[in-house]
């Protein structure tokens, strides 16, 4: 060899891999955030597929059912996306804080007290007489600022009592419940039922203050909900990759006392985030009060909290994964019941399934070992980045 050239085009030692193996090691670990919950869901769908076997089901009819339910038709394929519409919105809330160190379990609460709130304002007497352009965004800013102070109560508590945001959050989950629950259920005094009712609910809002519908024959609804859902994923990925205060709330997030020796202000940033945290999901609240039915009722948000946690873990508390994750989630409860109806297999499966997801992403240690899926550190790429010499 001659001038130091390294044999058989191998890059010399120290030099960077050739073109081809770069683009290689790049583009398995930019894969990782999708690898590792794609084999989770894979998994967690075979290890379904044993339980609905054991009661003597043939999985492939299951699930072949599940998938009808889910897409086998327009009007299907349009309930599936309308039924994830507010998992969008509560898995948000809890991203946002996720990004801060936070733990808001008080998504339900927050979801609530945006609905009610947005349901109230909908039904104020000068709302009929709003043009659409006008009614609809004092509805949902409504839910936004109904959700955004329920949230900034645990921020405020944790910033200044130290209280921790989980005991907080889950004690007004409660309050926030049995208080609304009052508020639509009273007959005695009238506060928001609409007595014209037999179920507690609060009375219609305005048909100016109802969100379009892209198709009315599908169950829910698809309604334009899903772009403001949207919409407001791309803003938050945005806010939380490619501002100050996103950065702000990443190092409060990883490392509060750096981010307070930097100068940031670690109590106002947990308030700030609380409270964004909980206009997510008075936006979701809000956009099904104002899509779908035009009341309030307090079951409506029944376990979409939680259901908001799993999504937000299952997409890595990252805003724009976070869109797809809820489209599956929502799309299995949405075909759930035709597999039950006909192929005689509890709704019950699909949740299993959708824990299993959740909790092989959780210790994805198993996942990466059944798949041989290599572990995101820095000298394991530095190691499959050199090419040496012969």
């Known amino acids: 060899m001659t001038n130091g050239a390294a044999p058989n085009g191998a890059a010399p030692n120290g030099a960077a891999p050739n073109g081809a193996a770069s683009k290689k090691i790049t583009r398995a670990f930019s894969l990782q955030p999708i690898l590792v919950p794609f084999y989770a869901l894979i998994l967690a769908v075979l290890v379904g597929g044993v339980l609905i076997a054991i009661v003597g089901v043939n999985p492939f009819t299951a699930y072949g059912y599940l998938l009808k339910g889910m897409f086998g038709s327009p009007d299907r394929i349009a309930g599936s996306i309308a039924r994830s519409v507010p998992f969008i919105g509560s898995a948000l809330a809890l991203a946002v804080a996720f990004r801060a160190g936070l733990f808001n379990i008080g998504a339900e609460g927050q979801l609530l007290l945006g609905g009610v709130s947005a349901a109230w304002v909908g039904t104020w007497a000068w709302m009929a007489d709003m043009p659409a352009i006008i009614a609809i965004p004092i509805v949902i800013l409504a839910g936004m600022l109904g959700g955004g102070i329920w949230g900034a109560i645990p921020g405020l508590l944790r910033a200044k009592t130290g209280a921790h945001e989980v005991i907080t959050t889950i004690m007004l989950n409660s309050i926030g419940l049995f208080g609304v629950r009052w508020l639509v259920s009273s007959q005695k005094p009238v506060v928001l039922r609409d007595i014209e009712s037999t179920a507690p609910r609060t009375r219609p809002i305005a048909e100016g203050a109802r969100l379009p519908t892209f198709l009315d024959s599908s169950q829910p609804n698809l309604h334009l909900g899903l772009v403001l859902l949207v919409l407001a994923a791309i803003a938050m990925a945005l806010l939380l990759d490619r501002t100050s205060f996103g950065f ?33 999901a008075g936006l979701a609240a809000a956009s099904e009060v104002s899509g779908t039915s035009g009341t309030f009722q307090p079951g409506t948000f029944a376990g979409m909290g939680f259901d908001g946690i799993a999504i937000a873990l299952l997409a890595r508390a990252k805003p724009i994964p976070i869109i797809f994750s809820a489209i599956m989630w929502g799309s299995m409860l949405s075909g759930a019941p035709l597999m039950q109806q006909e192929a005689d297999v509890s709704i019950d499966v699909v949740r299993i399934i959708q824990a299993l997801v959740l909790l092989l992403v959780a210790a994805d240690a198993i996942v990466r070992y059944i798949f041989r899926v290599k572990v995101e550190t820095g000298n394991e790429f530095a190691a499959s980045s050199t090419v040496e010499a012969s």
């Open 248 to 280: 702000e709330v990443n190092t409060v997030g990883l490392n509060p006392g750096a981010a307070k020796y930097a100068g940031i202000s670690v109590n106002k940033t947990i308030v700030l985030v609380m409270a964004l945290s909980g206009a997510m």
